[in-house]
């Protein structure tokens, strides 16, 4: 392990990430509500921090995978724990469990939160907030893009040759070329959506914090209420949108906007997550509708809502879904549990791993029967690999083990049977909000804070594909 | 699909089991307490139908793994649709769809129950109740180590190598010797098992009936308590014994019986088995000791017997384990899931599964970390083929899609979210209880009607290693 190395590149993301302070101190100057002098003071710690790691290591070293991993969790580690500054010094004077808790949240995209009244805070506080989720979704769509499928990590190797940018050999270049194409995109949606809320009559304010939790799916929000305060279809619907564009992969965005106008419907992965999501749609408007009085446009607009938004993994809600019936909660849970496409900002198994997962056994099932037949699975129309297919299917059951360990450990916490399960599913899948005790009127700040502790530790792992964590703890990864 | 050769065997398996009625008609006759006459006329419908099937199709065709697939489903189903005969003729007069769930459960070894008042019962229907569990536990060791194993269903072509007898290519004779051997065993388990019970105070009828739910892993009782009836240290010490002896692999006895000392030992199954087993008592032991106030003896006591009952896919229990803490019923829970032995009468995943799939994501990471190294998965000293391990994986990836579907089906049968879960769990995995509304003290009679089916067909599925099942709904499987 060349950890002089690891320290340099890490000494590098902090210092932007103390640059990106200046963001939230624009907005405390401009409204003036307080908050200027912890932020200032924040900076100053961060950047000095980062910097005197930078300084002291060798720079320009070329990294091993092995030091791509170490980067990885580790930087999203020091992300949160220098990023919770902030949230200790303001005059929200979180407990550092909290502030790390809900930084790490807003950085893996999560947006879980422990705060009881968001709109007590001050402005620059609450855009400190969600702009952690749109950096942190910056951070994901590199990490998915670009760095995992090098890494071989979970089948993503599969996404290799589908992302944008001049094929070199070397890494670094490579990241660079692709992360400026994908961020591109990104800044696009991001400044679209923002206006489109603004036009519907958000302030720029709200337009921004939203849009960040929109494009990032995290779900942090500026209202107590969350989407519901703003009582607007139109609000609903842009935002579902850019949730749905924000769970596709952002490489077919790129593509899309090249004029490459089959890029979409010429994708398996997405076909079956706009298929998912229609279908499950159309199951809860009808449920909703019967149970729940609500007419058919708004049910279809509530249950187009509440799908997106939990399978995108972003956590946002326009109705109190824990009022729906049985049936319609156990599919909304199944929907966390598949989260969005890869290469996209969402969380989850992601849905081409499913995807492929149900050709493997339909293949398998073949098999049975034609013992000798030679049968491959194919996705859009190329042969994936056994490899590839024995690590989506270790990835799932990594997944599910993490799930069912992480849940016991919850019901030690005191919790509840299905606080437990859905408090697991919500962190390990960066979605937010779940069902029990944390549903969507409620909160985190009700969890012990070893329990705390815990959720983060697993929204950093949901958010780096597991194996990317876990290997830190694999004995032969620091020998040499 | 050779129809008249699947015909054939199910009329002699119809035979068999019409004769099989014999037992209960001479229980009757003992007793005296009615249900002669609908047990004979049960006895007759049953063999004249098997007759018909039987004459009527030609002898002695050679059978293909298609049709070896055919019979193993279409035989448990025909078991349980005759079985359920004296249930519904009887005085007992239950509806055909609660006697064929019954009787599935016997036949499956599952041990769920819709009767409300078992005392009530003629000792004849009791001990057919109880009968069906133990033909059922045999049906299982023939088809988990001699049948399944040729036909390569979900990584059972690992056990090949592992049952006794002789090694002959042609299916029939190697499956009648087999199964001689392992009967064998089984009759002189049960033996053993029924007098030990009748020292310690049970009438023989108690005895016999206690040990055909013990050691098919089947969980039916002649009383409502259960083994709370007896409230006896003795009866509950000897039925986890034997409940844990029927949750291991059989050909391990029989090579013990051999004089081979070191069979257990040297079984990486088995060591887990009994790893899992005892360090989940202990946990139990202790975390029951301080929430329920039992003493440390008993304490140990009802955490072995519940962890054996539920791990093993029994279902009997000597506490109402819903009154523990959540942490003991999630543990619990996830015994259920795993099941007993590869080879066992028990259901759920198999211990093997599960160790394998530890072994094999060991391996995984150590390869994330060292690309280009061969790091093969090994289980008893011998190399595991990467064919295997996938087939295992996928079984896993069935078993928990199968389980999250119908977990979703039995929410829309109005149950609530934990119910639907535990009943699903319960049948799938064979076990009989669960928690929710069909907790050890409560039973299935509540489910409605649509719902008895589908848990029958779960209960089914979930004792053939679901491909069994699964494959007949494969287009593929009808064609030629």
Redesign the interface.
């Given at each position: 392990m060349d950890f002089k190395a690891v320290l340099h590149v890490l000494g590098a993301m902090l210092i932007f990430i103390g640059g990106s302070l200046t963001f939230p101190i624009a907005v405390s100057l401009y409204y003036g509500d307080g908050d200027l002098y912890p932020f200032v003071t924040s900076l100053v710690i961060i950047i000095i921090s980062g910097f005197a790691f930078w300084w002291f290591t060798p720079a320009d070293r070329e990294l091993r995978?092995?030091e791509g991993?170490a980067v990885v969790s580790f930087g999203w580690l020091a992300l949160a724990a220098f990023g919770a500054l902030p949230f200790v010094l303001s005059s929200a004077s979180l407990s550092y469990t909290d502030a790390f808790f809900e930084t790490m949240s807003g950085f893996t995209t999560t947006g879980a939160t422990i705060l009881t009244d968001v709109e007590s805070l001050p402005h620059g506080l609450l855009f400190w907030r969600s702009f952690t989720h749109w950096l942190g979704g910056m951070g994901i769509i590199l990490l998915s893009l670009a760095i995992l499928p090098m890494?071989?990590?979970g089948g993503m190797q599969l996404f290799k040759a589908e992302v944008p940018g001049p094929s070199v050999d070397k890494i670094q270049p490579r990241i660079q070329d692709t992360a400026k194409i994908l961020w591109g995109v990104y800044v696009m949606l991001s400044i679209v959506e923002s206006t489109l809320l603004w036009f519907g009559g958000m302030t720029v304010f709200d337009a921004l914090c939203h849009t960040f939790g929109t494009m990032a799916t995290g779900g942090f929000s500026t209202k107590n209420a969350g989407i519901m305060h703003f009582q607007s279809a139109y609000i609903e619907y842009v935002i579902a949108f850019f949730m749905l564009l924000a769970g596709a992969n952002f490489a077919l965005h790129y593509r899309f906007l090249q004029r490459k106008a089959t890029a979409y419907q010429k994708n398996t992965e997405f076909r079956s997550y706009i298929g998912i999501i229609l279908s499950v749609t159309l199951f809860l408007m009808v449920i909703t509708h019967i149970q729940n009085f609500y007419d058919y446009s708004e049910a279809f607009r509530k249950g187009l809502f509440q799908v997106v938004s939990l399978m995108t993994t972003t956590g946002f809600h326009s109705a109190d879904y824990e009022l729906w019936?049985?049936?319609a909660?156990?599919?909304l849970v199944?929907l966390m549990?598949i989260g969005g496409c890869a290469g996209s900002t969402g969380g989850g198994i992601k849905v081409v791993r499913i995807v492929l997962?149900f050709k493997?056994?339909a293949a398998?099932?073949?098999r049975?029967?034609?013992?000798h037949a030679v049968i491959p699975v194919r996705l859009n129309n190329k042969s994936v690999s056994?490899e590839a297919?024995?690590?989506i299917?270790?990835f799932?059951?990594?997944y599910?083990?993490l799930f069912?360990i992480s849940?016991?450990v919850m019901?030690?916490m005191?919790?509840?049977?299905?606080s437990?399960v859905s408090t697991v599913i919500s962190t390990l899948g960066n979605i937010g909000p779940g069902i029990g005790t944390i549903g969507p009127t409620e909160n985190f700040a009700h969890i012990p804070a070893a329990g705390k502790w815990f959720l983060s530790f697993l929204m950093l792992a949901g958010r780096l594909e597991i194996?990317t964590v876990?290997?830190i703890f694999?004995r032969?990864?620091w020998i040499r």
């Open positions: 995978s092995r991993f890494l071989g990590v019936s049985t049936p909660q156990f599919l199944m549990f997962i493997h056994l398998q099932l073949k049975l029967v034609h013992p056994r297919i024995t690590d299917l270790g799932l059951l990594v599910m083990l069912a849940s016991f019901t030690l005191g919790l509840d049977l299905i437990s194996f876990l290997i694999n032969h990864f």
